[in-house]
């Protein structure tokens, strides 16, 4: 098993991540350490990464209220943002690229919020998406109702990750954070590591990426080490799904239309406040508008 990526992280995100990944992640943990660690991994999923909320980044309100769902999620699914494959790991981008990802989904797209649960960005900052995914993970009883991919937004968790992952796997750092998050869920929620999908298992879209999607077999079992459980199969079936729910429509190939998220970021980091539409500055970092 290699390294996810090439990639060097930010000082920040490497202090955090460095040392986990050296020893929690499934490429560094040999069987016969697995057990006298399992116990201490199971504790690392059950407290979960630091995840930064709404109200933290500067999200807007939701446009309505956000449906709260009696049911668990049955499932996580992986996505790539399909923006620029950036090199600035500062959390004033992480904070951007959210505001971004909300301004495009809502104004857009037309939601009433950010479209999926959690973001993580290159610098491996994890951040909530929609309003109450977090307090509804933190509970582990509930989930909210999201737009994220057709047929699966009342079962499962949809994470975003910045960047695109066609030919380039993701940081180190990044891909260490998703795994920590997703074992996060699985331990609040019951799931297995096994219940972790791609965009494109359940949607016609390249989504999240040959590289990344290529990655979700280890990224079970990183997710499985952590959760001090058996290694899954590395072969599971997606479901089909009928009904179209509320969520996006199938992605372009990236490369082939314009990238709105990042044409936001770009804009937002070069351009004169006045060159934006008028709701957007609003809902950026202090600082980063000339």
Do not use: K
């Amino acid at each position: 098993m290699t390294s996810p990526a090439l990639d060097q992280p930010s000082a920040h995100a490497a202090a955090r991540y460095t040392r986990r990944v050296l020893l929690t992640g499934g490429f560094a943990l040999a069987v016969g350490t697995a057990l006298p660690l399992a116990a201490a991994g199971r504790a690392r999923a059950a407290a979960g990464p630091d995840v930064i909320a709404c109200a933290t980044w500067g999200a807007r309100a939701a446009s309505e209220p956000v449906a709260v769902l009696a049911n668990r999620p049955e499932r996580i699914i992986v996505h790539h943002t399909a923006t620029a494959n950036v090199t600035d790991y500062s959390q004033r981008r992480a904070f951007a690229l959210a505001r971004a990802i909300q301004t495009y989904h809502m104004d857009a797209q037309g939601w009433i919020d950010t479209g999926q649960h959690f973001t993580v960005s290159r610098g491996a900052f994890v951040m909530e998406g929609r309003h109450n995914s977090l307090a509804e993970l933190r509970a582990g009883i509930r989930q909210v109702r999201a737009a994220h991919c057709i047929g699966q937004n009342t079962v499962a968790i949809g994470i975003e990750n910045e960047g695109t992952y066609t030919s380039e796997a993701p940081p180190a750092a990044q891909y260490a954070a998703l795994a920590d998050l997703c074992a996060h869920i699985c331990s609040q929620y019951g799931l297995p590591a096994s219940e972790i999908y791609g965009h494109r298992d359940f949607n016609a879209t390249a989504c999240p990426g040959d590289r990344l999607y290529a990655l979700l077999p280890t990224l079970r079992r990183d997710v499985a080490v952590r959760l001090g459980t058996p290694v899954p199969d590395q072969n599971p079936e997606a479901e089909t799904e009928t009904d179209p729910g509320p969520g996006p429509g199938p992605e372009p190939e990236p490369g082939h239309v314009p990238d709105p998220l990042w044409d936001l970021v770009h804009r937002a980091t070069t351009d004169p406040a006045a060159a934006l539409p008028a709701h957007v500055p609003e809902y950026l970092p202090a600082g980063l508008l000339p």
